[in-house]
C-alpha cells in the first residue's frame, strides 16, 4: 500500500512560520506532482500549492512570495515552508500525490495524506 503521512503542523503567531513536511512510503516507482491543499471550516478545500517531479512550483496567489514549496525525489518527500503567516492561513493542509506502485500491478493512482492542523490566531 501507498502512504502519505504529513507532519509539521502546529499553532503559531502571526508572521511566524511553519515547515510541512509529507513522506510517501510503499511500493512507489515515480512520484509525480506533489501538492498542498488547505481546507479551513465552512470553506472548500483549495489548492495551496503544487510541484512537478522536475521541480517547477505552482502557487495560489494568496500564498504567493509567502510559501515556499519543495520536493527530495530520494526521499519521496514534500515540503511546504510557511513564512509571515496569517490568520487566515488557518486551516487543515492535506498533502497530495500523484503516485506510480507496484501493488499486485502497475498502477498510477492519486493519494491523499491524513491531514495537518495549522493554526494562526488572529
Known amino acids: 500500500q501507498v502512504q502519505l503521512v504529513e507532519s509539521g503542523g502546529g499553532l503559531v503567531q502571526p508572521g511566524g512560520s511553519l515547515r510541512l513536511s509529507c513522506a510517501a512510503s510503499?511500493?512507489?516507482?515515480?512520484?509525480?506532482?506533489m501538492g498542498w491543499y488547505r481546507q479551513a471550516p465552512g470553506n472548500q478545500r483549495e489548492l495551496v500549492a503544487q510541484?512537478?517531479?522536475?521541480?517547477?512550483?505552482n502557487y495560489a496567489d494568496s500564498v504567493k512570495g509567502r510559501f515556499t514549496i519543495s520536493r527530495d525525489n530520494a526521499k519521496n518527500t514534500g515540503y511546504l515552508q510557511m513564512n509571515s503567516l496569517k490568520p487566515e492561513d488557518t486551516a487543515v493542509y492535506y498533502c497530495?500525490?500523484?503516485?506510480?506502485?507496484?501493488?499486485?500491478?502497475?498502477?498510477?493512482?492519486?493519494?491523499w495524506g491524513q491531514g495537518t492542523q495549522v493554526t494562526v490566531p488572529s
Open positions: 497530495h500525490a500523484d503516485i506510480v506502485s507496484k501493488i499486485g500491478s502497475i498502477r498510477r493512482d492519486t493519494y
Open positions: 510541484i512537478t517531479t522536475g521541480g517547477s512550483p
Open positions: 510503499g511500493s512507489i516507482f515515480h512520484i509525480y506532482s
